[in-house]
């Protein structure tokens, strides 16, 4: 799909990931609505965006407030394109910590909830608005791009519940863009590793250096921006369908 001119819309888009591709995006000639919650830099973010892009809030685990939310990108850019969801929260915590105390219940289904549903919440509401597009000279009509986490494959110990929710996100990616094939949408998932995002970089810089020496090459956490190229990619590249793509140095996370 090109990029040029189609109406795009990132959870998430406040900050780190989403933040990132919502610039690359709107650098190749996309107009963004960034989705976020209201506490974020979602409305600082988009107005140094310029060029239309806007702000909408919401919880991506809100039925009324996703829609509202595209219903108002659609009205400002004529239809929605793409949607990317970097929106997400991380919880840690084990099964049964040491003092034999069991995981909160609670903050395993919150995390399910905002990693999981929300992003389903968000790919369900996006196809729908995606099926009133005409199709491309390829039959194309939207390309949905989900954020999941090599934790979804190699989860270390205290990880249960946020691997499961990105788990979630990969298991769903196939029999989705399955969904929508006929449809001409197009559905891929990226599972990114240790990335430069403001919760990573708010750890101690010894725990940082430690962590970037895991990856077997390139050395270092990945860049935001590098995750915004791919999703570019996914979007440009029309054979790109179903997959869940690995972007993390070949790095494979130890049990701790």
Not at 2 to 7: A, D, P, R, Y
Not at 166 to 195: E, H, N, Q, Y
Not at 196 to 221: H, Q, Y
């Amino acid at each position: 799909m090109e990029i040029q001119g189609i109406g795009a819309v990132v959870t998430g888009g406040g900050s780190g990931l989403g933040e990132a591709t919502a610039r690359a995006l709107a650098a190749r000639g996309a107009r963004v609505a960034i989705l976020d919650l209201g506490r974020s830099r979602g409305a600082e973010v988009a107005a140094a965006i310029g060029g239309g892009a806007l702000f909408a809030e919401a919880d991506v685990t809100s039925e009324e407030q996703v829609q509202a939310a595209l219903d108002r990108a659609v009205s400002a850019f004529g239809a929605l394109h793409v949607a990317v969801s970097c929106a997400g929260i991380g919880v840690a915590g084990r099964t049964v910590d040491k003092e034999g105390k069991p995981f909160d219940l609670g903050w395993f289904t919150r995390c399910i909830q905002v990693n999981l549903i929300g992003t389903f919440n968000v790919i369900r509401l996006a196809a729908s608005r995606m099926l009133k597009n005409p199709p491309s000279a390829g039959g194309e009509r939207g390309v949905i791009v989900n954020t999941a986490s090599i934790a979804a494959f190699d989860g270390q110990i205290g990880q249960a519940a946020y691997s499961a929710s990105k788990g979630g996100v990969v298991g769903m990616t196939l029999p989705i863009a399955r969904d929508l094939s006929s449809s001409g949408i197009r559905v891929c998932t990226i599972a990114p590793g240790i990335f430069a995002t403001p919760m990573m970089m708010g750890a101690p810089e010894p725990v940082r250096a430690a962590l970037a020496a895991t990856v077997p090459f390139p050395k270092r956490f990945g860049e935001p921006s590098e995750y915004a190229a791919l999703a570019c990619h996914i979007v440009e590249n029309g054979m790109l369908n179903g997959e869940t793509i690995r972007l993390d140095g070949a790095l494979r996370m130890p049990p701790k």
